[in-house]
């Protein structure tokens, strides 16, 4: 729910229409989109619920960092079809758009949120500051492995080296994938026990009634794949409205978007925060941007050569990247710790906020 | 007294000099300076301790990193004064260096020189590690903060993003503003215990009589104003020496004025390392940078609107963007454990002979 | 061993021979050097162990730090010396590139593999994490010291500032020296304890007799010399099968040749980690590479204003610094809690597979 392929779908008739028929419609739509925007919205923060409800069940059984996982997994799901389709389209811009959007949204706006909401019912929240490292190592490995192709392919001739660029795509997915299948096998398999909550929640489990696994599982399932129709109503919502309002596509895209269209995951987050349960929130927010970096973006590139008119390549801009390092590295600060509070919940939207004003006012011809 | 606005009163009138009677004067002035510098030294020195002195006492009803923080303030409220005074002569330029030079000094070498000369004294200093990584993620959204107005002003023509950048800044002074209200609250009333220094001090505070803290405050505000007043002195003085010693405007406002300028305040901080009392070295150090970053920076930004002939932007080079980034992150590892020895200090003093080195050799009009 | 000097040997017919008789010649040469290359390899795997056995003899009596660093400073010994013949030929690209290739292989690729194969046989590895911020911090502070000249040498036109350049290389270079020299009285002076393994490793002692100390340093610098040798040999051959490969010099200097000739030390660092010495693992990897950067480079450059044709200079292009930058985050993220495990090995040797193909598709004309 958290990444934004939605647009995909939606936006090229409102670009279209943006340069066509720029104002008039515009003022049109909104309202309707807003009408559009607030029932989806009932209802996802009562599906978030199920979502959590799930999640937790399954939780008693492999643990918290595994329950954020399967979470995240089933978030990041519908998107990656939706990503397909989109790159089918020949969107490219779109999607690294959400990509990049959907992991700035969950380092710094869920986390930030769930660790402020749940900073003001709990003083101070532990958690697991071994998980925390790795997912922060995790992080910035992604970010070396977005940094290098987009460094490429802004010093050097797109003419000369587009075979070169080619290869090295396709040479860092492969590298980005075998290290997320390895990191699957030591998160489950030889060192689950470095992902395990501090104390153990035994007593916040006898809450409801024990659900048989296959109910939890499928519970997950639907309301994740109802949480990604809503988000993709959602999205088409926001992204009209966005336009309507001058924001700008950049904006659009990496900010208004990705909070919207991730709100669902992000609601998950934030309930286990309220729960105390920081290290479900963590897995859901930090596990899910892992994800999108070392499994759906290198996925997407492969896949690019085979269906994607042309190749879907990891360049994104200076401000990008930068936005990214900046977020990993406050990410690590600030999370490292194995503590939280809700001024570190204020630290992290605080940067998000930063950023998502350099986006706002980032020109869109002259970007870098 | 950490950071060098006084040059904004003083430097006109050299800068001048130096385009027109270039060599002639100069010979003659540092010798005159030199003569008045050494009066506000041994003044400084004295005065140092009676800061220190109003600092211990306040901070025995409120805690070390209280006492930090109000030592900063005091500290940087007469400067923030004449900062106002550099605004509204339109002296940005000056005004940007103080600030860079004074956050630099502060992280690097007031707070390297209290690690290694404590450190002479005892083998290892402890103090609290959560307030260091509370100062380093505060430290790092600083530095985010300055890089995107910098970037904005590098990349774009300014012609036609005026409008936008004046709403960046403002928008970004907000931001800060705001994060520095909340980081108050924290501080000072939800998580005083966060900052609380190790073990306590009690004997040390036996040390004198207790003060009342009318007297304590009122030393504190008298002294703080008595060494702005001599900085003020100082820092005309070492302007005058630095330009007769052939440096350039750029070395003389980030490094030279930044330490003459800031030397009563990073003596309190070595003194209170020689004390053993390291959260307080900390709070004074960092503290003062945090205030410099996210209260001094904004405030002047939103004020320029009103009282500068042009608006103030956070529009710095790579070198000193670069520069902060690299401090801050050193200054994270370093002092991210909590304990403290002599060879810290020489690594931050180490790190602020680098940064010193190149902005003595950057060119002057070629400055990226 | 780790850095691969012996290039500027072998290289300078090579190039010659690249833009000569490109092609003809290249396809007969492997085969011979291929030939060559089993020997010292099947050698090296022998000596590796004398080296190690040695090495372990010595830190008996001095500790694993210490172990680690004469280790490291026999390993670079002889290639100090090559690197003295390189610079006296002029070959100043290939040093630099060397220097960065062997801090690159150690800090990511050797640590990265003793991490792995060392977690393959224990499930979790402790170290001291004091020495391991140590390290850190003293890389970031290298970082640093290379983007500054590199910096410069970047922005700035030659001719005006050569002097300026001179300048800055020296000072930085004194002042890198001066920090060396002070971390080794921190080290062996003043905390020695601050790099002590944990738990002491008393039983393993009693492994095989003890040497005399004579005897164990005499073993390590005669090892030392005969692996420097067969590194040569070895750095020649994958010199020559690097290019008859169709790999660029960039990549050879900085990736394959870097790999081949710091093999000895790895190995010695992989073995120690097998039995789970990772003290000394560290003080190998990390220990070599702080002395590559703070002592092995100042001292080539002010060497080389008095036997090089002309003045090298630290200044390595944005990939290198880049590269460099990220492989100290993520080296002080993964390594700063003082436990390895399999898969932060995984995690090192990524980020290096990331940099490699980076480097090996790096158009050489246009490099940024």
């Not at 010093?155 to 075998?178: D, K, M």
């Amino acid at each position: 729910m958290n990444d934004a392929k939605p647009i995909a779908v939606a936006a090229p008739q409102h670009s279209h229409f943006l340069k066509t028929t720029k104002g008039i419609s515009m003022r049109i739509k909104p309202s309707i989109n807003w009408l559009f925007a607030f029932i989806p919205v009932t209802l996802a923060l009562e599906h978030a619920g199920l979502i959590v409800r799930a999640t937790e069940q399954i939780a008693t059984r492999t643990g918290d960092a595994v329950g954020g996982l399967l979470n995240a997994t089933f978030g990041n799901a519908p998107e990656l079809i939706i990503a397909f389709v989109a790159l089918k389209a020949g969107l490219l811009d779109m999607v690294r758009a959400s990509l990049i959007g959907a992991i700035l949204a969950n380092i710094l706006l869920a986390l930030g949120v769930a660790f402020l909401l749940g900073g003001l019912r709990y003083r101070d929240q532990d958690y697991n500051p071994a998980a925390a490292r790795v997912y922060s190592s995790m992080m910035l490995i992604a970010v070396v492995s977005l940094a290098v192709p987009s460094a490429f392919s802004r010093f050097f001739a797109p003419e000369e080296t587009i075979r070169q660029e080619t290869l090295l795509n396709v040479g860092l997915a492969v590298v980005l994938l075998v290290a997320y299948v390895l990191y699957l096998v030591f998160m489950l398999k030889t060192h689950p026990g470095a992902f395990a909550a501090k104390g153990g929640h035994v007593g916040e489990e006898a809450e409801g009634k024990h659900w048989s696994l296959r109910r939890a599982v499928g519970s997950l399932v639907g309301a994740s794949l109802l949480a990604a129709w809503m988000s993709e109503i959602l999205v088409g919502a926001a992204e009209g409205t966005g336009t309507a309002l001058g924001m700008s596509q950049v904006f659009i895209g990496i900010v208004f978007v990705a909070i919207v269209g991730g709100a669902a995951e992000s609601l998950s987050a934030i309930v286990m925060a309220r729960k105390n349960r920081m290290d479900m929130t963590i897995g859901i927010a930090l596990g899910s941007s892992i994800q999108i970096a070392l499994f759906v973006a290198p996925v997407l590139v492969l896949a690019s050569y085979f269906i994607a008119p042309q190749p879907f390549e990891l360049s994104f801009g200076r401000a990008e990247v930068g936005a990214l390092l900046m977020a990993v590295l406050i990410g690590a600060v600030v999370s490292g710790d194995g503590r939280s509070n809700w001024y570190k919940g204020v630290q992290l939207i605080t940067v998000y906020l930063i950023i998502a004003l350099m986006f706002y006012f980032l020109p869109e011809a002259t970007r870098p």
